[in-house]
């Protein structure tokens, strides 16, 4: 027999070949329909305007929680209105004259900040025995559309006849139900004694009542009432101004429903500073002040 051949050296290093298998194609995954809604709601959520409007709500507050830290809560600056407000009133107004110009309504109506808005305005009618207030007419039937109470005033003059200024006044003023009772705005002596102011103001003031139906409103500085007027004119409702200050420091028993807080408001819509107003009362308190 011939001799066996040996496998060579590079044979015997050479591995076998491994056999492979073929692998079966890896099964996908089926989806879950369930996952579709959930994913569905979250990306309108995070897409939708209402949740950006929450976002910036809440950083809105918190930012203001921040510049606000160290201010007396019931008495903090409203950055809108740059002035502080004392808060614990809730219902807020302003007055006006000629001298804030042309008054766009709708945007005193429209602006508020953390609830606080303008629901009543006290407007400038009249002035002693011959001045009508230039935007007077214009103030009286705008300010009503938009939904602002309003009461109309008359700056006296205690020189001039107390019941001639009284008809002036109602020569020029149309009040109507769900008006603010009229005011007389008293703030000097124009050179008279108290006692005669007095006498002349006694007798607007009764005319006043007599064709209205109701008491009129006094306005005056804190300092001009307490000096001319406290006692004197004790059943009617008063108007106080006194600016600048946490609470109207009045004596308990006063009858004041009004408080005139600040000279220094800015209100969008009105071109120049304004008074702001604070009603002492509640809603159902500030309907029954209203003329029926």
Known sequence: MPPRKQPSAKQILKPKPRATTKRKP????KSNPSEFPK????????????????????????WRWLLDIGEDQHYRKYRSFNIRIPTRYKIHGIDVSYAQGKINWQRVAAMEEDSVRIKFAFIKATEGLLTVDPYFKRNW????????????????????????QAR??????????????????IERLDGTSPQNMRKELTSFIKHIEKHTGAKPIIYTGLSFYKDYLDGYFDSYPLWIAHYNQQEL??????????????????????NHT?????????STSFYNLLLR
């Open 26 to 29: 890896a099964a996908k995954k």
């Open 39 to 62: 994913y569905t709601v979250i990306a309108l959520i995070l897409l939708s305007p209402f949740y950006y409007g929450y976002v910036l709500k809440m950083a809105s507050s918190s």
């Open 141 to 164: 039937r705008e300010a009503p559309k938009v939904g602002i109470t309003c009461g109309a005033y008359h700056f006296f003059r205690p020189k001039k006849n107390g019941l001639w």
């Open 168 to 185: 002036f006044f109602l020569q020029n003023v149309n009040v109507e139900a769900g008006d603010l009772p009229c005011v007389v705005d």
């Open 249 to 270: 420091k009045m004596a308990d028993g006063t009858n004041w429903q009004f408080w005139q807080h600040s000279e220094t408001a800015r209100i969008d819509g009105i």
């Open 274 to 282: 304004v008074d702001f107003d604070a009603f002492r009362g509640d």
